[in-house]
């Protein structure tokens, strides 16, 4: 039994040094600090993802970029949304704030996190999945709610 945990950590650790390393080339031979996207979505995860892997200079790096050519003015990420990320507006958002906390980036957070309230409903503690949603009651947004509501409210009680 322990010989097939032990395969099985190697495995995944295998696995995310060749996601880490395709990343970084991806980053590297699309220039995408330089280059214009028509839609940025698939680059939410990245920086949480980078900083998982001790990469914290370099999801410091994409988390700017992000904020400059995929936020508007509001804190809203800005894309072409289509299927799960159109119905459920905020899910790409939510792990930006995520990687901007981790990276103890506060204005960046605190830009996120002004956007993301607007959805919040305070009678069951969830997220809007439109803004109209949330006097409505409809069906809420919960996705990483629960990780990131304990961030939420320790940054609201500074």
Not at 77 to 90: I, L, M, T
Request: with cysteine; charged share 20%.
């Amino acid at each position: 039994m322990m010989n097939n945990l032990t395969n099985t950590i190697e495995e995944i650790s295998n696995a995310a040094a060749l996601t880490e390393k395709w990343m970084l080339k991806h980053i590297s031979d699309e220039n995408l600090y330089t280059s214009r996207h028509d839609d940025p979505v698939s680059y939410y995860k990245w920086p949480l993802t980078l900083i998982s892997r001790e990469k914290k200079d370099e999801a410091f790096r994409l988390l700017n970029w992000i904020n400059e050519q995929c936020l508007a003015e509001n804190g809203d990420y800005v894309s072409n949304r289509s299927g799960f990320h159109k119905e459920f507006h905020n899910y790409s958002t939510l792990w930006i704030v995520l990687a901007a906390i981790k990276l103890g980036d506060t204005a960046l957070t605190k830009k996120l996190l002004d956007f993301i309230l607007k959805y919040h409903n305070s009678l069951t503690g969830g997220l809007a999945t439109f803004l109209m949603d949330i006097n409505l009651k409809a069906p809420l947004f919960m996705g990483l709610y629960p990780i990131i509501s304990i961030k939420i409210q320790t940054i609201l009680s500074l």
